[in-house]
């Protein structure tokens, strides 16, 4: 059921109408549809990548044996959301086995294509290892050095993506070590980027004190924990039906 717009003459906002049995694919608009306005949001902001170009030559090589070193030189990507939405019209859903498998699938000009966790870690590139979810991991005690040291204002308050953001922004920026510099870039890559977090989005203690062990940060399996991100699983619909 959808309730009709306001501009459907002789209805109002709370008048339902019911589409069973309408042709929903091949309606029949009564005008250019280049002319109806869409919108579509993509969680993911690939732009953010030309932060990277902020860093200096030295911060770079840092960033550069980073687990996302590989994006150093990369164009960042504007999308086609016509093309991207085009797809997500193609994709195949209700096959049980396909979402258990947590693989995608789309079917275009009578051709199906699949698209899995190994796609994505060889095109990404990025490190394969056991699944931990940093961002829902309980409150932890403890002092964190990495926060310490780049944001020493910022003591009593949580820290925010925007303020990663004004700090890139700001002179002080030039004022942290090299080292430092670098992982503020990959924080903000990886939840502005990569995970789409608003600039609200409090950054949460466990990706902090993660970037307090430089080699803890770099063997983490980026690869695999992006992945269950990206991918929504509806695996628990059908456990709850089965």
């Known amino acids: 059921m959808a309730k009709r717009g306001e501009n459907m003459e002789g209805y109002d906002d709370n008048d339902e109408i019911d589409l069973d049995g309408i042709d929903l694919e091949n309606l029949d608009f009564g005008g250019n549809l280049d002319d109806l306005d869409a919108e579509l949001t993509v969680k993911g902001v690939g732009k953010c990548l030309e932060i990277v170009k902020t860093l200096s030559k030295t911060q770079q090589t840092y960033f550069l044996v980073s687990p996302f070193g590989q994006f150093l ?42 698209y899995g966790e190994s796609e994505f870690i060889l095109i990404t590139g990025l490190r394969v290892g056991e699944y931990f979810d940093i961002l829902k991991e309980k409150k932890h005690k403890g002092n964190c050095m990495f926060r310490a040291r780049v944001f020493p204002r910022i003591s009593d308050k949580k820290l925010r993506l925007n303020d990663f953001s004004d700090l890139i922004e700001s002179a002080s920026f030039k004022e942290i070590n090299d080292s430092d510099a670098s992982l503020v870039v990959q924080i903000f890559i990886l939840l502005r980027g990569f995970m789409g977090r608003d600039l609200c989005t409090c950054i949460p203690h466990s990706v902090l004190t993660l970037a307090d062990d430089i080699n803890s940060w770099n063997s983490f399996a980026w690869g695999t924990y992006l992945w269950e991100y990206t991918y929504v699983p509806m695996s628990h619909i059908f456990k709850k039906n089965c």
């Open 73 to 114: 030189d990369v164009p960042p990507p504007d999308g086609d959301a016509l093309l991207m939405h085009a797809m997500m019209l193609r994709e195949v859903r209700g096959d049980k086995e396909l979402v258990l498998s947590k693989r995608i699938r789309f079917e275009v000009d009578g051709h199906l294509l699949e």
